[in-house]
T-cell receptor
Framework: DSGVTQTPKHLITATGQRVTLRCSPR?????VYWYQQSLDQGLQFLIQ???????AKGNILERFSAQQFPDLHSELNLSSLELGDSALYFC?????????????FGPGTRLTVL | SQQGEEDPQALSIQEGENATMNCSYK?????LQWYRQNSGRGLVHLIL?????REKHSGRLRVTLDTSKKSSSLLITASRAADTASYFC??????????FGRGTSLIVHP
């Protein structure tokens, strides 16, 4: 158990819909990272928050947004969903802001868009 | 793309054998990490090696880094069925965000 929790575990929704994925980092970790894992793209970095502020952005679509709240939990919002958005979404946490050292991954949310 | 590339894509061995997987990358790095992912689960950090290090050990794991060849290898000695998983290298090119490769799928037959 990494100490990182993600909800829900599974999500099935239709094209055009909007969903919210939630992540609680490990106790004491200020950084939260979001990743998308699909068969064709591999594990892609989406966005990083550190102590409530956006710190780095990766291959995140404009239809996707995220935020980190004062209690450090984070939410990833996916809107106008397309079939290609079906993937595993992971959040990871670490103590670091500017070091790519050990990250602790949550169990993931499997999103299926029908 | 700057992501590291693992080789082989898939590896099938018998319990007790050693498993070696490689990662090649394109430009200089700050560090390189190896992660394991059991089917459909979150990644688990195995080991980190910094650019000024050549070899690191952790239990049955041995990682080497050759910055002149821009490659790293992960050796798992005396493999067990429980080592069956996908293994990813993640490189830090200075952005402080690890870039993950596509992984090597390892199957260890009991």
């Amino acid at each position: 158990d990494s100490g990182v929790t993600q909800t829900p575990k599974h999500l099935i929704t239709a094209t055009g819909q909007r969903v919210t994925l939630r992540c609680s980092p490990r106790s004491g970790d200020l950084s939260v990272y979001w990743y998308q894992q699909s068969l064709d793209q591999g594990l892609q970095f989406l966005i990083q928050y550190y102590n409530g502020e956006e710190r780095a952005k990766g291959n995140i679509l404009e239809r996707f947004s995220a935020q980190q709240f004062p209690d450090l939990h984070s939410e990833l919002n996916l809107s106008s969903l397309e079939l290609g958005d079906s993937a595993l979404y992971f959040c990871a946490s670490s103590v670091y802001r500017d070091r790519a050292d050990e990250q602790f991954f949550g169990p993931g949310t499997r999103l299926t868009v029908l | 793309s700057q992501q590291g590339e693992e080789d082989p894509q898939a590896l099938s061995i018998q319990e007790g054998e050693n498993a070696t997987m490689n990662c090649s990358y394109k430009t200089s790095i700050n560090n390189l990490q190896w992660y394991r992912q059991n089917s459909g689960r979150g990644l688990v950090h195995l080991i980190l090696i910094r650019s000024n290090e050549r070899e690191k050990h952790s239990g049955r794991l041995r990682v080497t880094l050759d910055t002149s060849k821009k490659s790293s290898s992960l050796l798992i000695t005396a493999s067990r069925a429980a080592d069956t998983a996908s293994y990813f290298c993640a490189t830090d090119y200075g952005s402080y965000i690890p870039t993950f490769g596509r992984g090597t799928s390892l199957i260890v037959h009991p």
